[in-house]
């Protein structure tokens, strides 16, 4: 599996952009970059996911390198409610199923 | 549409004593995970069923775990007998494609 790594902590203030950053540098070809988030007391929650090109949905935007080493999760407008643990997974190839969760990230906004 | 369903929501035990966990996965998802949490830690896969196949059970303790997913549907996790590092969130999941939907998680507290 790819491992990924990530800051173990982050703040950003109330409407601005939050940046994630993830690093996947031993990702293969065909392995897909995912994330999700999980807020406190409540399970895991999908974000978004992406291969190569970036990807936006009415949650975030992914932003991959080139190289696919690394990749940035990106929140336009960040609310109080968008506090959680964020988490960048890489599954196998031909196993997107196989989500093996690190520690994540814990993303704080600040009013 | 409605979520995954999982009960009980908090669950306090002794060790030695038995317990079960249900979950009633999102409707046409035929992939159903159970997760462990423990606290400070992202989620740990236990099991995954297809319908009500294993696919995988490779970090389930199966000495005190069990797991079974008799119609395809719903499901339920058992630990007998519990021990103190048994004290997590548990977890279930349910997905039809690549995208994984979680339930609120068990919270339970062995004494």
């Known amino acids: 599996d790819a491992k990924t790594t990530q800051p173990p902590s982050m703040d950003c203030a109330e409407g601005r952009a939050a940046n994630l950053p993830c690093n996947h540098s031993?990702?293969?070809?065909?392995?897909?970059v995912y994330w999700y988030r999980q807020i406190h007391s409540q399970g895991p929650q999908y974000i978004i996911h992406?291969?190569?090109n970036n990807e936006t949905n009415e949650m975030a935007s992914l932003i991959i390198t080139e190289d696919r080493k690394s990749s940035t999760l990106i929140l336009p407008h960040a609310t109080l409610r968008d506090t959680a643990v964020y988490y960048c997974?890489?599954?196998?190839?031909?196993?997107?199923?196989?989500?093996?969760f690190g520690k994540g990230m814990k993303l704080t906004v600040n009013p | 549409e409605a979520g995954v369903a999982q009960s009980p929501r908090y669950k306090i035990i002794e060790k030695r004593q038995s317990v079960a966990f249900w979950c009633n996965p999102i409707?046409?998802?035929?992939?159903l995970y159970w997760y462990q949490q423990i606290l400070g830690q992202g989620p740990k896969l236990l099991i995954q069923?297809?319908?009500?196949?294993?696919?995988?059970d490779s970090q389930l303790p199966k000495d005190r775990f069990s797991a079974e997913r008799l119609k395809g549907v719903d499901s339920t996790l058992k630990i007998q007998p519990a021990k103190l590092e048994d004290s997590a969130v548990y977890l279930c999941?349910?997905?039809?494609?690549?995208?994984?939907?979680f339930g609120p998680g068990t919270r339970l507290l062995v004494l």
């Open positions: 992406g291969l190569k």
């Open positions: 409707s046409g998802h035929a992939t």
């Open positions: 031993t990702i293969s070809g065909n392995e897909y």
């Open positions: 999941a349910s997905s039809q494609t690549e995208t994984q939907y």
């Open positions: 069923f297809q319908n009500n196949g294993v696919v995988d």
């Open positions: 997974i890489v599954p196998p190839q031909g196993g997107s199923e196989k989500l093996v």
